[in-house]
Each structure stands twice: as structure tokens, then as C-alpha cells.
């Protein structure tokens, strides 16, 4: 959202310091650039799809974490699961695929 480049850029593939990097450190990684530039999250809107596992028992416990590390309120956090429904890789069971927005906002003192 701040322009600053994706995963890749921050956490190349090709540096064997990130091989089995935890995702935390990432997610921390991407609030402290938006507090370094001057911004806050308002909320966030996550989809994962797989077809396994079923995720609905996951998804509290993982507000929990994401909002704990962010310091927002699970109220600030949606996180989806669907499926493909047995369409391309994902239905198939090889893959899955996340997406996400998050809503920033500039911080103005007064």
C-alpha cells in the first residue's frame, strides 16, 4: 500500500536467510514500514482459499495472533476461507492462494 515494493524485494528468494523465515517476522517487518513512513493500520480484509484443511476452526485463533503482533482489535480483521470447489490447483488440492487489503492511514498530530 505505501509503494515500497513486494515480498520479493524485502525477502528474496535467493537469500538463504529467509528459506523457512517465519511469517511474523515478515507481517512485523511490514508494520514497522508503515510506522517508519508515517502510517497506521485501519483494517485489514484477508482471503486464503484452499480446499484442505478446512479452515473455520483456524481463523479465531489466527485474529488473535495477527491482531495481537499488528496491535489492532480483532474487530480490525477479517480473515476468509473459501475453497475452489474442485477447480484448477487449488481445488485440486496442490496449491493455495491468499489475498489481502489493508487500509492505512497517514498519522496527523495535531
Known amino acids: 500500500a505505501l509503494g515500497l515494493g513486494d515480498l520479493g524485494t524485502h525477502f528474496p528468494d535467493t537469500d538463504p536467510k529467509n528459506k523457512d523465515l517465519d511469517s511474523k517476522q515478515i507481517l512485523s517487518f511490514a508494520k514497522g514500514l508503515a510506522?517508519?513512513?508515517g502510517y497506521t493500520i485501519e483494517n485489514i480484509d484477508a482471503s486464503i482459499y484452499a480446499e484442505k484443511?478446512?479452515?473455520m476452526n483456524y481463523i479465531p485463533k489466527m485474529k488473535q495472533v495477527i491482531s495481537e503482533l499488528l496491535n489492532i482489535t480483532p474487530s480490525q480483521l477479517n480473515i476468509k476461507a473459501g475453497t475452489n470447489e474442485g477447480q484448477?490447483?487449488?481445488g485440486k488440492s496442490l496449491s493455495i492462494a491468499a489475498s489481502s487489503t489493508c487500509l492505512l492511514r497517514r498519522i496527523t498530530w495535531l
Open 53 to 55: 484443511p478446512k479452515l
Open 35 to 37: 510506522k517508519e513512513h
Open 88 to 90: 484448477d490447483s487449488i
